[in-house]
């Protein structure tokens, strides 16, 4: 593959790491993914991510790291239930939808520190040149009752529901890139947003955005 990518003049690969808060490398905090060896937290015997990028770099093509920063399970089959898993070890951190659909919940102050120590070990592991988000929003479907509590305990501000989720995921973001910066500032850090329509010139202007 890079080799082809090599021949049509590409400069950058963006490769997925982190899918279901496992790893496609050697993490310090979470397991190995079951998409490497078919078992999660099953060692594959080599790492995917140290690999990619010495052939990469041997290439000239940079390596972004792309990671899932919230997504944990969205089946019973990609349901992790190790013993250092999140719905073990942590699961009032996960926000549970049905259908064995969870995230983490990034109105908790002890999960956007969890991302950000993630990250952080990812790039001072690895020669990586970039991170890259995907999903960095809550799912669609969340009630009011699944966030009740940290609603209630994390909003000294008194926004309103929508803005307070909002304004939590702006502080993942922040606090990642503050992160990114002490470490190896040099390092492209990006996210690929899901894209909404707004119809209403009111909520465009509140936010900021050409209608």
Known sequence: ILNKLQA?????????IRGMSDAMYHSHYE????????????????????????EAHARGIEVHA???PYRYSTSAESHGNLPDDYAVAHPEWLLDYGNYTKILNPGLPEVR???????????????????????????????????EEQYQLYNP?????????????????RDVQTRINTIKPYIT???????????????AAKYAVDH
């Open 157 to 173: 501000e008194g926004l309103s529901r929508k803005d307070w989720r909002r304004n939590n995921v702006n502080h993942m973001v």
């Open 31 to 54: 397991p190995w993914s079951q998409y490497l060896s078919s078992v999660r937290g099953a060692d594959p015997g080599w790492d995917p991510l140290a690999y990619l990028v010495e």
């Open 113 to 147: 520190q969890r991302i950000s120590d993630v990250v952080a070990d990812i790039i001072t592991n690895y020669d990586v040149d970039g991170i890259v988000f995907d999903d960095y929003f809550y799912v669609q479907g969340i009630t009011d009752d699944m966030d």
């Open 8 to 16: 049509a003049n590409f400069n950058t690969v963006f490769f997925q």
């Open 66 to 68: 792309w990671l899932n």
């Open 189 to 203: 850090f990006g996210i690929s947003p899901a894209g909404l329509a707004a119809s209403s010139l009111v909520v």
